[in-house]
């Protein structure tokens, strides 16, 4: 057992202070002892026994939060900022949101038909008035003589030599009733007078019809079913280009009212060989006779009162391909304004279900 030199007491008896003195701890009485039976202490020594330095105490007002204290610190904030309730609005709002942009197309589109329906019925008529059609009945001689004179183009075409092929406006109506290619414009289309600038003729046109339109939207909207048809002349000029013939339409007068420019420059283009196109497009392997001698004319023009087609062998059939060019450069730019909107409705929409998702799994997990 250890004893402390100063006053014979054990030394587990004493204990320690903060500034260096040892008091004595409370033991248990020993008075019912025998002393005899208690060991003698060994001889006093004086010993000079080391302070002890106190343990150095910061003031409450300067107390620095240890690392644990605030690694806890941070983890119930976190608790504490995932535990905090969250406003049921979150994810209503953007749905609402979502709902009103949804009206606003909706109802956008409706008053664009509502008024394009209205506008269309100022100018067209609900009767069907055909373009005249050529009786070729009673004009056998001058058809076979028609018939004659393009055999002797395309045969000089075939041969290369220079060759020209005129046609008044009466052979051009010839034409369109007798060669199968041109039967979707027979009725629509009928050529009265040809100058040296212009193109003057019939016109029927008939545009997409109001029944066309489900019944709820005719009634929601209170659209007239009815027909609409263009009933009236034209003014335009012949366009050769690519092996394409086309009439560019200047002018459109109707019987009644008149044409939005809007609508005017979506049918201002026709393409008169687009049949033979499509035959082409059917099949590649055997393109229409008539439209490979299209393809090697080298000039169209109004001559005289006359249509003119020519062929020069040498030179280069014209085209408009820079045209062709900036058409194509105005669609790609149509087609990318879809694909952002497309692409931004996903994501929006993509939002929407990610925040539903938490919101449901944070009310199962309080739950």
């Not at 910061?58 to 535990?83: G, I, W, Y």
């Not at 009928?190 to 016109?203: A, L, R, V």
């Not at 459109?252 to 283009?269: D, V």
């Not at 055997?286 to 490979?292: E, G, K, M, W």
Request: proline residues 8%; aromatic residues 6%; hydrophobic residues 40%.
């Amino acid at each position: 057992m250890e004893f402390n030199l100063l006053f014979g007491i054990p030394a587990s008896l004493y204990k320690p202070t903060p500034y260096g003195a040892w008091a004595l701890a409370r033991v248990p009485s020993t008075k019912h002892l025998n002393p005899a039976s208690q060991p003698k202490p060994p001889p006093l020594l004086r010993v000079r026994l080391p302070r002890t330095q106190a343990p150095k105490q910061h003031s409450p007002l300067l107390h620095l939060p240890s690392e644990n204290a605030k690694t806890n610190s941070v983890s119930d904030t976190s608790l504490n900022q995932q535990d905090a309730p969250r406003s049921p609005f979150a994810g209503c709002l953007i749905l609402i949101v979502m709902a009103i942009v949804v009206i606003i197309l909706i109802a956008s589109a409706g008053y664009s038909i509502k008024k394009q329906t209205d506008s269309v019925k100022t100018f067209t008529e609900e009767e069907a008035k055909p373009a005249p059609i050529a009786d070729l009945s009673n004009h056998e001689p001058e058809l076979n003589s028609l018939m004659n004179r393009i055999r002797h183009f395309d045969h000089e075409i075939q041969n290369s030599r220079p060759a020209q092929l005129e046609l008044t406006p009466t052979e051009v109506n010839y034409t369109f009733a007798h060669f199968e290619v041109f039967k979707n414009f027979r009725g629509q289309l009928f050529f009265n007078d040809f100058t040296d600038s212009q193109i003057t003729g019939n016109i029927h046109y008939p545009l997409n019809s109001t029944k066309n339109l489900p019944k709820f939207v005719r009634d929601t909207l209170n659209i007239e079913t009815r027909d609409n048809n263009i009933n009236g002349t034209f003014i335009g000029t012949p366009l050769l280009t690519d092996g394409k013939l086309i009439l560019n339409l200047s002018e459109i007068k109707p019987e009644r009212g008149q044409i939005p420019e809007a609508l005017f420059s979506n049918i201002s283009r026709t393409l008169i060989s687009g049949e033979l196109e499509k035959q082409l497009e059917d099949d590649p392997k055997n393109p229409p006779a008539l439209l490979t001698k299209l393809k090697k004319l080298t000039s169209l023009t109004l001559k005289d009162g006359k249509l003119c087609l020519a062929y020069t062998p040498g030179e280069t059939p014209p085209s408009i391909k820079e045209e062709s060019d900036a058409m194509a450069t105005k669609a790609k730019q149509l087609v990318a304004l879809g694909a952002i909107i497309f692409i931004l409705t996903m994501i929006l929409l993509f939002i929407v279900l990610s925040r539903r998702q938490r919101a449901k799994r944070e009310a199962a997990g309080h739950v």
